[in-house]
């Protein structure tokens, strides 16, 4: 089970803005960094947001992460149809002896 | 450009050990002092870390998967290996291997993954 908690689901039309948040807890989010992935259906992830706000080399800058406290968000911006997906968060959590987290997984719909 | 295939059976019997291979091309495992890490992902599911390994043989499990996982790494054939013991239909999924920079980290390039089905 995973203790990063994220929406089901999330939806927008072209051009609007679509927040997903993430919730974990002081052993996970708090403490580490969040990295967001993007994975469309029937592929392999990719690495959207790293180190909680930072965008890997071809990422569009429509793409922005924040956190806060045990929480996170990923917002997509000026949504466009390719960013209809599956979205997760991840974090590395200090509880037991340590071991990397994945969120529930929130699948982003472009009306 | 550095590339990353994911191999193995696509089929297990229950009770048996599902065995995988990660093979890294375009650069050396050890030149790049990185770490390897292997995830899965059920069908219709979300992901799940099963381990990480650095260049050097430190690994780190996921506590719920560790009594039954081994994760090594073969510099000579620029290979990462994944055995997983005891397998149930629980177990199957995709595979995927993936490079981080730290374990802690973000996984930042992908193979593209491999099923694995576990089935008499």
């Known amino acids: 089970q995973s203790v990063l908690t994220q929406p089901p689901s999330a939806s927008g039309t072209p051009g609007q803005r679509v927040t997903i948040s993430c919730s974990g807890s002081s052993s996970n989010i708090e403490s580490n960094y969040v990295y967001w992935y993007q994975q469309v259906p029937g592929t392999a992830p990719k690495l959207l947001i790293y180190?909680?706000?930072q965008r890997p080399s071809g990422v569009p800058d429509r793409f922005s992460g924040s956190k806060s406290g045990t929480s996170a968000s990923l917002a997509i911006s000026g949504l466009r149809s390719e960013d209809e997906a599956d979205y997760y968060c991840a974090s590395w959590d200090d509880s037991l002896h340590g071991f990397y987290v994945f969120g529930t997984g929130s699948r982003v719909t472009v009306l | 450009q550095l590339q990353v295939q994911e191999s193995g059976p696509g089929l297990v019997k229950p009770s048996e050990t599902l065995s995988l291979t990660c093979t890294v091309s375009?650069?050396?495992?050890?030149?790049?002092?990185?770490?390897w890490g292997w995830i899965r992902q059920p069908p219709g599911k979300g992901l799940e870390w099963i381990g990480s390994?650095?260049?050097?043989?430190?690994?780190y499990y996921n506590p719920s998967l560790k009594i039954r996982v081994t994760i090594a790494v073969d510099e000579s054939k620029n290979q990462v290996s994944l055995k997983l013991n005891s397998v149930t239909a629980a177990d199957t999924a995709v595979y995927y291997c993936?490079?981080?920079?730290?374990?802690?980290?973000?996984?930042?390039?992908w193979g593209q993954g491999t099923m694995v089905t576990v089935s008499s």
């Open positions: 993936a490079e981080l920079t730290d374990p802690r980290g973000a996984f930042d390039m």
């Open positions: 390994i650095s260049y050097t043989g430190s690994t």
């Open positions: 180190r909680n706000n």
């Open positions: 375009g650069g050396s495992l050890s030149r790049r002092s990185y770490y």
